[in-house]
């Protein structure tokens, strides 16, 4: 099946500071990747949906001047905490759409990774 | 979207065969069932999908009433490295971009 990666897979860094996670699709060309946030024993939050070349679409809540999202190829999308706080420490996870026959769809998701800020 | 709702948690025992229901009343004409597995610290992965009736792969089974309003997820003879947090979510790839929205999700514990 299809692979999608995430770099780092966790990261601390301190109040204040940005921080940039990459998420790639390894054998597949993904013009829409979406990005979620997941706090322990939560479920998946979707943040943004990112697509390639144009502007990501962010959900209802999400501020998109602290979340940046570049979806600049179709294998590559970056999520940029900025100005990172200690609520913004979450398990973030990216996934990317896979679409066979037409109708059916399913999403590949990263690894995650793990933003701890101190 | 269509909302999903599920049970919080389930216990089964090694071997036991699993069956988690899944309620979807607004499933719209248009919409798939799909159903993802979560481990702790990793992404989501894909289990299953399907329209109508029975899907089954290598891992699960899918059964789907006619009205399509619920969905029951079969795990057959399950080992202790299927406890683990499964969602049920609905959606198309032509409905809103393919974006999915996961509801709760059910917390399956295998025990010895």
């Known amino acids: 099946g299809a692979v999608v990666s995430q770099h780092p897979s966790r990261v601390i860094c301190k109040s204040g500071t940005s921080v940039k996670i990459e998420c790639r699709s390894l054998d597949f060309q993904a013009t829409t990747m979406f990005w979620y946030r997941q706090f322990p024993k939560q479920s998946l939050m979707l943040m943004a949906t990112?697509?390639?070349?144009?502007?990501?679409?962010?959900e209802q809540g999400v501020e998109k001047d602290k979340f940046l999202i570049n979806h600049a190829s179709l294998t590559l999308s970056t999520l940029t905490v900025t100005s990172a706080h200690p609520e913004d420490s979450s398990f973030y996870i990216c996934?990317?759409?896979?679409?066979?026959?037409?109708?059916?769809?399913?999403?590949?998701f990263g690894p995650g990774t793990r933003l701890t800020v101190t | 979207l269509a909302k999903t709702t599920q049970p919080i948690s389930m216990d089964s025992y090694e071997g036991q065969e699993v069956n988690i229901t899944c309620s979807h009343n607004n499933i719209a004409t248009n919409d798939y069932i799909t159903w993802y597995q979560q481990f702790p610290s990793q992404g989501p992965r894909f289990i299953i999908q399907?329209?109508?009736t029975k899907v089954t792969n290598e891992v699960a089974s899918l059964f789907i009433p006619a009205d399509r309003k619920s969905s029951t997820l079969s795990l057959p003879r399950v080992s202790l490295s299927d406890t683990a947090v499964y969602y049920c979510?609905?959606?198309?790839?032509?409905?809103?971009?393919?974006?999915?929205?996961f509801g709760q999700g059910t917390e399956l514990s295998v025990k010895p």
């Open positions: 996934s990317a759409g896979s679409h066979g026959q037409g109708r059916i769809h399913e999403q590949y």
């Open positions: 399907g329209y109508k």
């Open positions: 979510l609905v959606g198309a790839a032509g409905n809103q971009g393919g974006k999915l929205i």
């Open positions: 990112s697509n390639e070349g144009s502007k990501a679409t962010y």
